[in-house]
């Protein structure tokens, strides 16, 4: 059990925890994820870290049909600029390794921004905090136990 699943578990929300065989050569992991599974890549959120201009560091959960919107990000957290996170920090600070690294249960709570586009649906899939393993969940549930604020983040790939 990851601390994704035991933050989760602990909320007492209705969850799924989905488990499909990670392949280490896969040029996605969300797009491995969505397809192991048999989703749609607008159903399946890929969590991005990212810092801004004074070195804050936030969270960005984003569908994995497209990619995340630095500028939108930073305007939403109220910042000049955002760049990606090295995936080191983003490792160390979150306590999982990339391409398992779940908007739940990190060492670290940061402010947590997830796609407006995830309120359309019923539910949505996010890592568990780990690979091969993904949570499904309503979205407002998420937004609850990350303590996030919906934005438009993500565009178009």
């Not at 059990?1 to 578990?9: E, L």
């Not at 779940?102 to 940061?110: A, H, I, M, T």
């Not at 949505?124 to 499904?136: D, F, N, P, Y």
Request: with cysteine; hydrophobic share 40%; glycine share 10%.
């Amino acid at each position: 059990m990851t601390p994704g699943i035991r933050q989760a578990k602990k909320a007492g929300i209705h969850y799924e925890i989905k488990e499909y065989a990670h392949d280490a050569g896969a040029e996605s992991y969300g797009g491995e994820a969505a397809a192991a599974l048999g989703l749609s890549e607008d159903q399946v959120f890929k969590t991005l870290m990212a810092k801004s201009n004074d070195g804050k560091l936030v969270i960005a959960v984003v569908p994995v049909s497209g990619i995340l919107d630095l500028k939108a990000l930073a305007k939403a957290f109220g910042c000049k600029k955002m760049e990606m996170a090295d995936p080191a920090l983003a490792e160390k600070t979150s306590g999982y390794v990339v391409g398992g690294i779940s908007p739940l249960g990190q060492k670290k709570r940061l402010p947590t921004f997830i796609d407006a586009s995830a309120q359309t649906l019923e539910t949505i899939h996010v890592s568990a905090g780990k690979r091969g393993l993904e949570l499904a969940l309503k979205p407002d549930d998420l937004l609850t136990l990350t303590n996030g604020k919906w934005a438009e983040i993500g565009k178009a790939d």
